[in-house]
């Protein structure tokens, strides 16, 4: 390799590098797979060593737009996979104490709740709404993006914004959050009917995802009882030699469940004033493989 070419791709590189944690961001809002983000971004690092990067006036720009338009692709593929998926499907937890780029500019979109709203979105409809509310591009660089007129994408971020604000409810603050989280451990690790049930707001929702991988509920598990006999009747056998260890993942304090030194499951909630309605149980070892202890 020539010199000249060498430092050209040295400086491609370094472009590359500076904007690679925007360029995953973008990508796991866009497909809440931490594997399937890195893979994405793999290929957009790929396309920009082959590209005639003499005619890129915006480098950053250039790449945000390559990652967002193979995002929407790949979320419209991945939605057709997710549909046989065996069980409930969770997003891909991300650890955002080991990656603090992720939520550094806007932590918007980030939470599993969210996550799974913003999966009843168009794959179009979702990016332009990634874009505006996580990096707050403007309506004119987004509609270059996405391929449509300023007033379409407007008009996309509006109906999302409304949608979420509809049907997601407002979070308790984090240190409460933790809190919920501890109490409901606890509770969940003794069997303790009542306790249970006291923490759970009226429409409270189990999910646990285990892929068809491992032992898991194939559907989700409705109001607060229901879920507080569920948790009660694995209690015994799925709390027996497991290690609690606090992590932070998509931006909320969660639990790993550590057995014989390997994690086995992470679990998050969310939780309103009313108490806990959302209780997400990550158990398939593709989605957990990333942590350790």
Request: proline share 5%; no cysteine; charged share 25%.
């Amino acid at each position: 390799m020539a010199d000249g070419a060498g430092d050209d791709l040295e400086r491609a590189a370094a472009v590359f590098a500076e904007v690679r944690p925007r360029l995953f961001g973008i990508a796991y809002r866009m497909l809440a797979s931490v594997t399937e983000a890195e893979d994405l971004v793999q290929e957009v690092w790929m396309r920009w060593q082959d590209y005639d990067r003499a005619t890129v006036e915006n480098p950053p720009a250039f790449l945000a737009t390559i990652t967002t338009r193979l995002a929407i692709n790949a979320a419209q593929s991945a939605r057709a996979r997710r549909e046989t998926y065996v069980g409930p499907w969770l997003p891909e937890p991300v650890d955002t104490s080991a990656d603090p780029h992720l939520g550094a500019e806007r932590g918007e979109a980030l939470e599993f709740a969210v996550l799974l709203l913003l999966e009843r979105l168009s794959p179009t409809e979702r990016a332009a709404y990634v874009l505006r509310e996580a990096f707050d591009y403007p309506y004119r660089q987004i509609a270059e993006i996405v391929r449509l007129k300023e007033p379409a994408v407007r008009q996309l971020v509006s109906r999302a914004r409304k949608r979420l604000r509809v049907e997601r409810r407002t979070p308790v603050p984090r240190d409460a959050q933790r809190k919920l989280l501890a109490a409901f451990v606890s509770a969940a690790r003794s069997g303790d009917l009542a306790a249970l049930e006291e923490l759970f707001a009226a429409d409270v929702v189990s999910y646990s995802d285990g892929g068809g991988a491992v032992r898991a509920s194939k559907f989700p598990v409705v109001g607060p009882l229901r879920v507080a006999k569920y948790h009660r009747a694995f209690a015994s056998r799925f709390w027996a030699g497991a290690e609690v260890v606090w992590a932070n993942a998509n931006g909320q304090t969660s639990a790993l469940l550590v057995r014989d030194g390997q994690v086995f499951t992470i679990l998050t909630i969310n939780a309103t004033e009313a108490g806990i309605d959302r209780i997400y149980w990550t158990m398939n070892p593709a989605k957990i493989a990333a942590y350790t202890r």
